[in-house]
Structures are given as structure tokens and as C-alpha cells.
T-cell receptor, first 116, second 113 residues
Framework: GAVVSQHPSRVICKSGTSVKIECRSL??????MFWYRQFPKQSLMLMAT?????????EQGVEKDKFLINHASLTLSTLTVTSAHPEDSSFYIC????????????FGEGSRLTVL | GNSVTQMEGPVTLSEEAFLTINCTYT??????LFWYVQYPGEGLQLLLK?????DKGSNKGFEATYRKETTSFHLEKGSVQVSDSAVYFC????????????FGGGTRLMVKP
């Protein structure tokens, strides 16, 4: 199946710094990528939908100035957590839909952010 | 709104035991239902799906039947293996929602030899 890779898999940063997480589709082109956040023992919560070449669509309650999403190419979307605080510590997961829109989503392995 | 509830884990079983992980949902209309599996250190992978009532999804010995009358999509396997140890997520996609999935909280399965 198609492969989606996230980097970094783990990151620890100081409060107030910004962290960028990359999501790449390795062997297919993705017009749409989705970013999720998962708190311990809780569901994956959709944060935003990232469309190549256009602005991301954010879910209600997600601060777009806090979580900057860029989808500059058909194989890369980035999530930047700006001025991170301890409450931003979480597991962030991306998924991608193929350009052929076959219906199946492919997920990255997730990135664990810890803000000290 | 839409929601998915699945049993909390961890579920610990011995090899060759029977597995059931319960999943119920709340949604309007006729959503598609999915089970995803996440093995340690890997991304979520689609395990099986069902798109309409009474459909049975199956893969790798796992099965789940779309029960609209009970709004359930329980995951079952007759004989688990150590290699089935993973976190399992139940999810739904409303009709024509363009892959906008709503996930359950995940259930960790641990299979002991």
C-alpha cells in the first residue's frame, strides 16, 4: 500500500519555541492531507484539512494562527506549532488521500510533541 | 453530532483466544464504518470496512458486521496471535464527507504467548 511518513517521530522543545512537523506521501501524490491530534487514551481529533496550493480548512476550535499548515506540494504538508506551550503536548498524526481519490486514507506513524 | 465509542483497553488475551472489541456509533444517515489498526511504531492501517447495513467487512481473520439496528460494528477474531498485538480504532465517515473520519478512542490489544 501507499506510504505516508512523518518527521520527526518525537520532538521535545522548550515553551515558547515553534516546532515543525512534516508529513510526506512517499510513493503517491496527495491533493488532500488531514492533520489529527490525539490526547492520551482519547480519540483522534481532526484539526484541519490541508489542500495542495490553497489554505487549510480548520475545524471549529482549532486556532489557525497557532497551528500553521502548509501544503506546498503534492507530496508534502507541514504543521507548525507556534509558540508552543505544555498544553500543546500531544500526538499529531497526518493522513493523505491519493490524487485519484480512491477513497482510502493512508496514515503517517505520528509525531509525539512534548513541550517543557 | 457524530461519535464513536469503543471499549477501553487494554484487552489482554492468551494466544488462540477469541477476540471481541465493541464499537458503537452515533450518526445521521448511513455512514461508512471502518476498523483501523496501529502496530507499534507504525501509522494507522485500514483493517476492514463496511459501507452499508448488514455488510460484513473481513481481513486477516478479523470480521465486523455493520448493524444499523444496534448502531454497532464490533470487531471479532476467532483465534488471536501474538502478532495481532496493536491498537485498534473504530471510525465512521458520514455519507459524502470526503474522508472526514470520526474515530473512537482506540483499544489496545495485548496477546500473550
Amino acid at each position: 500500500g501507499a506510504v505516508v511518513s512523518q518527521h520527526p517521530s518525537r520532538v521535545i522543545c522548550k515553551s515558547g519555541t515553534s516546532v515543525k512537523i512534516e508529513c510526506r506521501s512517499l510513493d503517491f501524490q496527495a491533493t488532500t492531507m488531514f492533520w489529527y491530534r490525539q490526547f492520551p487514551k482519547q480519540s483522534l481529533m481532526l484539526m484541519a484539512t490541508s489542500n495542495e496550493g490553497s489554505k487549510a480548512t480548520y475545524e471549529q476550535g482549532v486556532e489557525k494562527d497557532k497551528f500553521l499548515i502548509n501544503h506546498a506540494s503534492l507530496t508534502l504538508s507541514t504543521l507548525t506549532v507556534t509558540s508552543a506551550h505544555p498544553e500543546d503536548s500531544s500526538f499529531y498524526i497526518c493522513s493523505a488521500r491519493t490524487i485519484q481519490n480512491t477513497g482510502e486514507l493512508f496514515f503517517g506513524e505520528g509525531s509525539r510533541l512534548t513541550v517543557l | 453530532g457524530n461519535s464513536v465509542t469503543q471499549m477501553e483497553g487494554p484487552v489482554t488475551l492468551s494466544e488462540e483466544a477469541f477476540l471481541t472489541i465493541n464499537c458503537t456509533y452515533t450518526a445521521t444517515g448511513y455512514p461508512s464504518l471502518f476498523w483501523y489498526v496501529q502496530y507499534p511504531g507504525e501509522g494507522l492501517q485500514l483493517l476492514l470496512k463496511a459501507t452499508k447495513a448488514d455488510d460484513k467487512g473481513s481481513n486477516k481473520g478479523f470480521e465486523a458486521t455493520y448493524r444499523k439496528e444496534t448502531t454497532s460494528f464490533h470487531l471479532e477474531k476467532g483465534s488471536v496471535q501474538v502478532s495481532d498485538s496493536a491498537v485498534y480504532f473504530c471510525a465512521l465517515e458520514p455519507n459524502n464527507a470526503g474522508n472526514m473520519l470520526t474515530f473512537g478512542g482506540g483499544t489496545r490489544l495485548m496477546v500473550k504467548p
